[in-house]
């Protein structure tokens, strides 16, 4: 990859030592020659990473899904250093991003790009989640009656707590905690996977990338809430259909250049069983 010249940090104070690993990483750069802008606002206005080559965000995954809206439509790579939990997202453990830094600034990254969704609510209005777009009652946790199309054919109706719509990096997010299934990343698919489904036979569906997806509301004095990557919330009418498909837009993600997605599978989610020596 090109070297980077311009880097921007965002940090999650709220994450034990994460200032001060952005303060070392950022003189990091500075002694390398490249120039740094540091922020710990985790949702970044328009426009505030133009012009720049790189994005630092070093928090959870949280943080990184906060950013990611601005890095796809700048086409800025994100470089995701972990300091929550889980870190599916945020690959770079503190040690090697330390160790790594001025590697990575000098090009030594591959940037893997990630899908998106769009969401839109009938007013107009879209978002785009790199993880999730949940469907479920505005207020309180009931049942809902939802009608899903694909494409302009009915699917069927949903009498669940909710739906969920996951890209394939999402799939080890709320996802998987529904019993939805485990995507690689480069599939292009979306997953729909109902939460608590009335009927036992409803499971996930995996449908491709190119499908136009709609959901309509038929419980009756209902609102719906519209949660993208679980921290933005969209409005919804009534009776407005949702409609979600695959972004235009893609998330650019630095990693390792040696990075393997079922190895942060394997550690994250504590699978038994690894290489065996056959030497």
């Known amino acids: 990859m090109n070297p980077i010249r311009k880097i921007a940090f965002v940090v999650n104070q709220e994450k034990h030592g994460a200032l001060k690993l952005g303060r070392d990483l950022a003189g990091i750069s500075r002694e390398n020659g490249v120039k740094t802008k540091f922020t710990s606002r985790t949702l970044l206005p328009a426009g505030y990473l133009k012009g720049y080559d790189a994005c630092c965000v070093i928090g959870g995954d949280g943080t990184l899904l906060g950013v990611a809206r601005e890095s796809a439509r700048s086409q800025v790579p994100i470089i995701g250093v ?157 009776r407005s259909p949702i409609d979600i498909s695959v972004a235009k837009l893609r998330l650019p993600l630095a990693q390792q250049r040696e990075y393997s997605h079922f190895s942060v599978v394997r550690t994250k989610l504590k699978w038994s069983g690894g290489l065996v020596d056959k030497s």
């Open 82 to 238: 972990n300091r929550g939990s889980l870190g599916f997202l945020t690959t770079f453990s503190a040690e090697e991003a330390r160790a790594n830094f001025p590697l990575l600034l000098r090009g030594g990254y591959r940037v893997d790009d990630r899908a998106m969704l769009d969401c839109s609510t009938g007013t107009g209005v879209h978002d785009l989640a790199l993880n999730d777009v949940l469907i479920k009652d505005e207020i309180n946790s009931r049942l809902v009656r939802l009608e899903v199309f694909a494409d302009d054919e009915l699917v069927t109706e949903y009498i669940c707590d909710g739906l969920i719509f996951s890209t394939p990096t999402g799939s080890t997010a709320y996802n998987l905690s529904a019993g939805g299934p485990i995507i690689h990343p480069a599939a292009g698919v979306i997953a729909m996977t109902p939460i608590c489904p009335h009927t036992l036979s409803n499971r996930a569906i995996i449908f491709r990338d190119n499908v136009r997806l709609r959901v309509i509301n038929r419980t009756p004095d209902s609102r719906l809430l519209v949660a993208m990557d679980g921290q933005r919330n969209l409005r919804v009418s009534t």
